[in-house]
């Protein structure tokens, strides 16, 4: 299994990203991807994710209503749409699958990572 994230840049508060998290190598048929980020000094977070199975999709009470999570079955990518960027968001984003729980009912539990795509938003 493997994650590539690409996308991160630096963007002024209030600017617009769009993520991208390109997977490849599963063997089962369900699996759920998620969007972390880790800022320096703090303990990385869970931020969005989303079920391979019908779609589900959960957030963040810190970016629900300014991020958006989608997935492309035709090249196996999920994107991560941000919108409205606040300093605050600033770190480094990794994307992560679990294939033993498709659920997205919660952040833990994701075996396979990415290697991380840096955002920062700055004026």
């Known amino acids: 299994v493997q994650l590539v994230e690409s996308g991160g840049a630096l963007v002024r508060p209030g600017g617009t990203l769009r993520l991208s998290c390109q997977v490849s190598?599963?063997?089962?048929?369900?699996?759920?991807i998620a969007w972390f980020r880790q800022a320096p000094g703090k303990k990385r977070e869970g931020v969005s994710c989303?079920?391979?199975?019908?779609?589900?999709?959960s957030y963040a009470d810190s970016v629900k209503g300014r991020f958006t999570i989608s997935r492309d079955k035709s090249n196996g990518a999920v994107s991560l749409q941000m919108n409205s960027l606040k300093p605050e968001d600033t770190a480094v984003y990794f994307c992560?699958?679990?294939?033993?729980?498709?659920?997205?009912?919660?952040?833990?539990?994701?075996?396979?990572w990415g290697q991380g795509t840096q955002v920062t938003v700055s004026s």
């Open positions: 992560a699958a679990n294939v033993d729980d498709y659920s997205c009912s919660g952040f833990t539990g994701y075996q396979y």
């Open positions: 190598g599963f063997t089962v048929r369900y699996w759920s």
């Open positions: 989303i079920s391979e199975s019908d779609g589900y999709t």
